[in-house]
């Protein structure tokens, strides 16, 4: 006879078939105490290839992460087979904390963020100054997405054998970007690579760009023979690029000092994600000027302490119109 109330014990406890035979599931999570560390290299449906100590490891993520997703640049732990060899994979068991992330939106309606790398330091973004025109609202755009991430942006001008750089860089002065010319000839020579792996030394760096700008030709003269990418044209007609890389990828320098992650070419860049108040950040000459705003200010209405901060001669006039400019990237649409 069952008992129940105060008189039961542990015997009287109703047991449920397990017809699967399998065991019971639990909240308790294993701790996994020896698992092995990794960086990420690449993400292709659901497989995610991890370098481990010098070994390239093929993975998939645990199911006691849920919905977690582990991206490029992130660091991770991993236990189960670590070998590297063929048909081998092992577990992503941890998602260690990311000390930056780089979002995007597909525009600026949809409310669904999509990480494009964890863990980078620099925002390379890629411009061709003809064969494509220059895009300034995208290189905007680019310049609040890694504001947002706080990363450091450099600003990287291809194909200058075709026209003169000056007037896009007279464009952004006013931003005190870091940035590199570069030239058709240089690519070949090597000059260019040179020039701009002195940026990258010691760094993550992705590099972003719409395509055909000539991004990953630029990546493949960085990084050492054998790990190069295909590469693409530009169409006559349209004037745009052929997508050729669909998948970011973390290729390590020659010098084995710094990684270049170089991510698909992108045709918009949504900012529904970006919070204003970072961006300030990235103006240091103007964020003490914020302390007598309003509320919520979005630093271009008619309160805007700004204005005064300005007019008293605490920054220059030209840097609160960039600040400005690209806040006002999030209400325009790219027309172009």
């Not at 087979?81 to 949809?110: M, N, P, Q």
């Not at 895009?135 to 997405?145: K, Q, T």
Request: aromatic share 4%; hydrophobic share 35%; charged share 30%.
């Amino acid at each position: 006879m069952r008992r129940y109330g105060k008189h039961t014990d542990e015997d009287d406890i109703r047991q449920r078939p397990n017809p699967k035979g399998n065991r019971a599931r639990t909240n308790i999570r294993p701790k996994h105490e020896d698992a092995s560390e990794g960086f990420v290299l690449t993400v292709d449906r659901g497989r995610l290839t991890c370098l481990v100590d010098d070994r390239k490891v093929t993975a998939m993520k645990a199911r006691e992460l849920g919905r977690k997703a582990a991206v490029v640049g992130d660091r991770v732990s991993l236990v189960g087979d670590l070998s590297g060899k063929k048909d081998t994979l092992a577990r992503i068991v941890r998602i260690e904390e990311r000390k930056s992330v780089l979002r995007r939106t597909a525009d600026d309606d949809d409310p669904y963020e999509r990480v494009v790398v964890a863990n980078a330091d620099q925002l390379a973004i890629v411009t061709a100054l003809a064969d494509p025109e220059p895009r300034p609202r995208m290189i905007d755009r680019c310049l609040v997405a890694a504001y947002d991430a706080g990363l450091e942006p450099l600003l990287v001008l291809t194909k200058s054998d075709l026209t003169s750089p000056d007037k896009i860089l007279e464009v952004y002065s006013t931003f005190g970007l870091n940035y590199v010319v570069t030239n058709r000839e240089e690519l070949e020579t090597g000059d260019a690579a040179e020039r701009v792996r002195e940026r990258l030394e010691g760094r993550i760096t992705a590099f972003v760009g719409h395509s055909g700008v000539g991004k990953t030709t630029l990546v493949n003269s960085l990084v050492a023979e054998g790990r190069q990418r295909a590469t693409g044209h530009v169409n006559k007609v349209t004037g745009r690029g052929r997508h050729t890389t669909t998948s970011a990828l973390a290729l390590p320098l020659p010098s084995g000092d710094g990684w270049v992650i170089d991510t698909p070419g992108v045709r918009s860049f949504g900012l529904h994600h970006v919070d204003p108040s970072r961006v300030v950040l990235a103006f240091p000459d103007l964020v003490p000027g914020t302390e007598e705003c309003p509320r919520a200010c979005s630093h271009d209405e008619p309160d805007c302490a700004l204005d005064q901060w300005v007019e008293d001669g605490h920054a220059d006039p030209a840097r609160l119109y960039s600040l400005r400019r690209l806040l006002g990237t999030r209400e325009r649409r790219e027309g172009d």
